[in-house]
């Protein structure tokens, strides 16, 4: 987990032409709040997967047969690689069961489409189709978070004001004070 934020950070850092030297309180800072974050990716995505690759919901021995047989293909081979894989997952059995997505479950999972994607980026690397993939996804993405994209010409990146950091590092410290103060007064009890 260390490496990939440090690796983050440091495309982060390049892209914002900004050299701030990654901390270990800042790698603890970026990466409490990932579970929160992947969270919410299964709560959005779980949705959108049934009428996204066409689950139904039925008990109906053919529905159920026809779920099992979608998810099982979707996870088969390459064709599932940039799909969202747990909540496929649910629909295994053919009737939809909630899966509680965890890193330690599906870290090897990750593993697996990361090396595919470098992979598959040394490949078509002539043509920069995963750097057109990335931008393309990004733009979608703020799309949809309602950020306009920029014109170019019409506005000039801003890199982060010092006080950002400060403030940062002033809400990671209240809040490490509020922890061990809680323990303190847990342990009075």
């Not at 800072?29 to 959005?44: A, I, P």
């Not at 996870?75 to 509680?100: M, N, P, Q």
Request: with cysteine; glycine share 4%.
């Amino acid at each position: 987990m260390v490496y990939d934020t440090r690796e983050a950070w440091r495309e982060a850092s390049n892209l914002a032409h900004l050299a701030v030297r990654l901390t270990p309180s800042l790698v603890k800072m970026m990466t409490r709040r990932t579970s929160h974050v992947r969270g919410e990716l299964k709560t959005k995505m779980r949705a959108l997967t049934a009428s996204f690759f066409g689950f139904r919901t039925s008990r109906s021995t053919v529905a159920i047969k026809q779920n099992r047989d979608l998810a099982e293909s979707l996870k088969d081979g390459s064709c599932f690689a940039f799909k969202i894989e747990c909540c496929i997952d649910e629909w295994l059995t053919g009737v939809k069961e909630d899966i509680k997505f965890s890193s330690a479950a599906y870290a090897p999972v990750y593993q697996v489409h990361l090396t595919s994607l470098r992979r598959f980026d040394e490949r078509t690397s002539a043509y920069k189709l995963l750097e057109k993939i990335c931008d393309n996804v990004l733009d979608v993405a703020r799309l949809h978070a309602g950020v306009h994209l920029a014109q170019p010409g019409l506005a000039t990146p801003v890199s982060f004001a010092d006080t950002v950091f400060e403030d940062a590092i002033r809400e990671y410290e209240a809040e490490t004070r509020d922890a061990q103060e809680g323990g303190l007064e847990g342990q009075e009890e």
